[in-house]
């Protein structure tokens, strides 16, 4: 099968409890489709406190598990494909400290940004129910950019996950100083292809024409959540349509940023 892309980072497994398939799935349906890179990236666990839990990511007790998982299949695969460990991160100012501290003892290779809630989750709304709130979208936008600011992130998931149905010139002006912070700290954006799969708000085309005049870098991402969305399809042609179309600078390979220790 002819590759579209040649490398993939961000893959989810059983371990969110909202995806299908072992690491070794994942893996498989790379081979097949021709990937040289696998990145796993299951939603990070999360210290909240008092018991709290979103539902949608792994347990802290679950994480040797994964590790345990991904690090088989990197012996399994062995020279087949690259396999990389990773954690899709939200930065909840309030707990992220705690959380880096917890990954980093634990070991990963790399880490991507997707801030699927603002604020501390529990306390804040879920960035993808439609709001034409601007303090809404300022927020997701600052807590984006400083997350991007401390260094620790690869890539930024599905940039507009944040479903803004505001005026155009209120997008634009926040959008922008999302983009600036990425260009300034290198860190490259997402062309998610579950959003394309699906019809989602994102990729928005009216984000795509702000970053790409501004020097934005963009790679493309699977965001998979069932090995067979790693197999070459009709989404995986759109996104290269957009890039396209739009003149975005496209990456194949990601620099994988690890904190300075
Ligand atoms: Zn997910
Ligand atoms: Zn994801």
């Known amino acids: ?26 893996a498989n349906a790379a081979v097949e489709a021709g990937l040289e890179v696998l990145g796993f990236s299951d939603h990070t666990p999360y210290p909240f ?31 087949k494909l690259e ?34 809630f603002t604020k501390n989750e529990y306390d804040g ?24 600011e401390t ?25 922008t100083r999302l983009v600036e912070v990425a260009v300034k700290t290198d860190t490259p954006l997402e062309i998610n292809l579950r959003g394309l799969k699906f019809g989602a708000q994102y990729p928005d085309e009216r984000f795509l024409d702000i970053a790409a005049p501004l020097g934005a870098k963009f790679i493309i991402g699977v965001d998979a959540h069932d090995p067979d969305d790693l197999i070459p399809a009709e989404e ?3 996104a290269l349509e957009l890039a396209g179309k739009h003149g975005l600078c496209l990456l194949e390979r990601m620099e994988l940023k690890k904190p300075a220790v």
Do not use: W
């Open 49 to 79: 406190p008092d018991g709290y839990y979103s539902g949608f990511r792994m347990f802290p007790r679950e994480m040797k598990d994964y590790i345990a998982d991904v690090r088989r299949c990197r012996e399994k695969f062995g020279d």
């Open 83 to 116: 396999i990389k460990l990773g954690y899709e991160v939200e930065y909840y100012p309030r707990h992220f400290g705690a959380l880096i501290k917890t990954l980093a003892e634990s070991g990963y290779d790399y880490l991507i940004l997707g801030q699927h």
């Open 236 to 238: 995986h042609e759109k």
């Open 151 to 175: 260094g620790l992130f690869s890539c930024l998931c599905h940039p507009e996950l944040i479903h803004f149905s505001g005026p155009d010139e209120i997008y634009e002006e926040h959008m």
């Open 1 to 26: 099968m002819e590759p579209l892309i040649t490398a993939n980072y961000h893959t989810h497994s059983k371990y969110c409890r909202h995806a299908s398939g072992e690491a070794e799935d994942y």
């Open 125 to 148: 709304e879920y960035s993808g129910e439609e709001s034409s709130s601007t303090e809404k979208l300022k927020t997701y936008v600052d807590q984006v950019s400083e997350a991007m």
